[in-house]
């Protein structure tokens, strides 16, 4: 075998989708279709991890196996386009990608700046951001991005964000609001955004950020005394879990804190428990 092709080890590395997944999916769905070294041990060309990072990123959006694990290529364009259908972006955003695809950080952190300090806060995560990230996930799944341009981009857009909403908050008034994500879920771009604009309006923020278990979220209500605990769910949380968690965080804080929820985790909940408020978009935050 040659360097084309890759141990269970690398594939399970560089796709994020675990060994014992991939070996269930081979028997289940048909692919991957690893070969076999002198050794007996599965080796599976570049090709099959560069489709497996596909459906990984499309199982990111809520997608289930049984839909995309068994797709070919020429599938998987056809789903990718139904998803992604291509969307006309502003001469910023275009400006911004130009950037992230030919230069490095510094470089990618002065053109946020610049469209930051033409904008403000509240334009910039609605007109900017938002459709930003949308555009950059629609071309990674189309083979238009690299993996790396898209970790850069969430780099240095946390970085950049985390500090403009530090410099924010020193001014900032009541309510006193908490963010957080309960474990499993690892995405917290949507929580920061969530944060940038509470703080857009002078709100008090606190960010735990990402996998924080629920008792430390309950001590942390009662410790900084806050008027609202904000939670967000991404569409790859499990879905199931959603409603469970909520109930026991509901039944564990005090009454007179209101709980608010956003994420595409949470867009197709029917019905909410008692005192839990959902926002599914941000144009729509309760202050």
Request: net charge negative.
């Amino acid at each position: 075998m040659n360097h084309a092709y890759l141990s269970i080890g690398a594939v399970e590395r560089d796709s994020g989708i675990a060994r014992d997944t991939l070996r269930i999916w081979e028997r289940r769905y048909g692919f991957p279709e690893p070969l076999r070294n002198d050794k007996g041990e599965r080796m599976y060309p570049e090709g099959q991890l560069r489709r497996l990072q596909r459906i990984r990123r499309l199982l990111d959006q809520g997608l289930r196996p049984g839909k995309v694990v068994a797709l070919n290529d020429d599938d998987l364009d056809l789903l990718e386009a139904e998803l992604y259908p291509d969307e006309s972006s502003s001469d910023s955003i275009e400006h911004i990608l130009t950037v992230l695809q030919t230069s490095g950080g510094l470089e990618l952190e002065a053109a946020l700046t610049e469209t930051y300090q033409q904008q403000g806060m509240q334009v910039f995560i609605t007109e900017t951001v938002i459709p930003l990230l949308y555009v950059v996930g629609e071309r990674w799944a189309k083979g238009k991005l690299q993996i790396f341009e898209e970790h850069l981009l969430s780099e240095v857009l946390t970085r950049f964000l985390n500090s403009e909403i530090s410099a924010i908050q020193k001014t900032s008034m009541k309510p006193r609001v908490l963010l957080a994500t309960l474990p499993g879920e690892e995405h917290t771009l949507g929580l920061l955004m969530f944060s940038a604009l509470l703080s857009a309006r002078n709100v008090s923020v606190t960010n735990l950020g990402g996998e924080v278990p629920l008792d430390q979220i309950v001590l942390a209500v009662d410790r900084l005394n806050v008027d609202a605990l904000g939670i967000t769910f991404s569409a790859a949380y499990q879905y199931e879990n959603i409603r469970s968690n909520l109930i026991e965080l509901r039944d564990s804080i005090p009454e007179n804190v209101d709980i608010w929820l956003g994420g595409e985790g949470v867009k197709r909940m029917r019905k909410l428990p008692p005192g839990v408020s959902r926002f599914t978009s941000f144009d729509k935050l309760p202050f």
